[in-house]
Each structure stands twice: as C-alpha cells, then as structure tokens.
T-cell receptor, first 110, second 113 residues
Framework: QKEVEQDPGPLSVPEGAIVSLNCTYSNSAFQYFMWYRQYSRKGPELLMYTYSSGNKEDGRFTAQVDKSSKYISLFIRDSQPSDSATYLCAPGTGGFKTIFGAGTRLFVKA | NAGVTQTPKFQVLKTGQSMTLQCAQDMNHNSMYWYRQDPGMGLRLIYYSASEGTTDKGEVPNGYNVSRLNKREFSLRLESAAPSQTSVYFC????????????FGPGTRLTVT
C-alpha cells in the first residue's frame, strides 16, 4: 500500500465549477499537509499548507484535513482555465519526511 | 531573484556514462533537496542537505551521489547511468530545516538509452 494515494484523473470540469481534489494517507505521524500545483513541464509550486486537522482558506482555494480518517481535500471555487494543472498532495512530519502523491490532473474548460 | 535554477534542462546519456546535474538557489535557503519524478509514482526524494556541509540519503539514493558545494549550490551525480534512471529530476530548497514550503526548480529531463 502506498503511503499517499491520489486519484490520477484526469478530472475535467467547466469553467466556474467547484472542484474537489482528494488524498488519503496511511501514516498517522504526518502533521503537515501541503498541496502543490504543477503546470505541464514545470516544477511544482506550493499552493497551500495546513498544520494538523481543520480548514484553511486562501482566496478561491480551501484545504481541509481530517486526521481521524486520514483524508485530505483541496477545494477550488469558481475554477478557471488557468487552474488546469496537476495537483500534488504532500503530507509530511515536519522533519525531512514528506511523501508526495502521484497527482491529479485537472482540466478546466472555458 | 531567479529562485531555484537547474542545468541542463535536457540530457540524453548512454548506459554507463556519467553526468552531474547542477542546482543553485538565490533565496539564502538552508536546506536543499533532489527528487525524481516518474509517471504514476509522484516525487521521490533521492538526497537532501539539511544545511551547508551535510548531506543525507532519501528514499531512493542508489546510483546517485551529491555534493553541497556551498550554501547556494547542490549537485547530483550519476556515476554510471542506467535506463532505470530515466526520469525528470527536480531540485528544491527550503528556508527551514524541514520539508514544508519547498521551492522547486524547473527540472532536468534525463533519458538513458
């Protein structure tokens, strides 16, 4: 079993839709939960990170962590074509152990 | 501010050849990392350097060596390339000793034939 599981997609939605991206993980030691966005043929860039359980909002993006069920979500409101990318969840211990999911490819159609 | 830069962008090697991938950051970060990214497998940590003068193995270090040349530069060396090392290689850095808030370079696409 992989430590972090992500549906690879692709997920295709119309512009303006609400997008839900999800991850599950198995290691209960993870305390930090990151989401990275990766455009085609580019390096990943940090989108959001949260510590422990709860929600964090940043503009159109909301990250949600449920440690009891080991479930991580990223919601994108009013999705735009510029949101088309691969989204990587990356839980970590805060030390040097961060495990990256394989990513979910998102396409937002204009 | 260039952030994290990597050279070369593309490379084709024959089995058994050696090469060094270069990485530099201008953000005065303490920690630097080398990852490889393969389809369906996510990013996997090869080596990291918590601070200048230290290096440690990550998840997949076999076949690689690293050098933290100074605070800015962290190189990855393939001594005898194998087809299994065909991948996209990313260098990253972070201010703090820890893996949250990492900043990634643009990547090096390596093909070993």
């Amino acid at each position: 079993q992989k430590e972090v599981e992500q549906d690879p997609g692709p997920l295709s939605v119309p512009e303006g839709a609400i997008v839900s991206l999800n991850c599950t993980y198995s290691n209960s030691a993870f305390q930090y939960f990151m989401w990275y966005r990766q455009y085609s043929r580019k390096g990943p860039e940090l989108l959001m990170y949260t510590y422990s359980s709860g929600n964090k909002e940043d503009g159109r993006f909301t990250a949600q962590v449920d440690k009891s069920s080991k479930y991580i979500s990223l919601f994108i409101r009013d999705s735009q074509p510029s949101d088309s990318a691969t989204y990587l969840c990356a839980p970590g211990t805060g030390g040097f152990k961060t495990i990256f999911g394989a990513g979910t490819r998102l396409f937002v159609k204009a | 501010n260039a952030g994290v830069t990597q050279t070369p962008k593309f490379q084709v090697l024959k089995t058994g050849q050696s090469m060094t991938l270069q990485c530099a950051q201008d953000m005065n970060h303490n920690s630097m990392y080398w990852y490889r990214q393969d389809p369906g497998m996510g990013l996997r940590l090869i080596y990291y350097s918590a601070s200048e003068g230290t290096t440690d193995k990550g998840e997949v270090p076999n076949g690689y060596n690293v050098s933290r040349l100074n605070k800015r530069e962290f190189s990855l060396r393939l001594e005898s390339a194998a087809p299994s090392q065909t991948s996209v290689y990313f260098c990253a850095s972070s201010l703090l000793q820890g893996t949250y808030e990492q900043y990634f370079g643009p990547g090096t696409r390596l093909t070993v034939t």
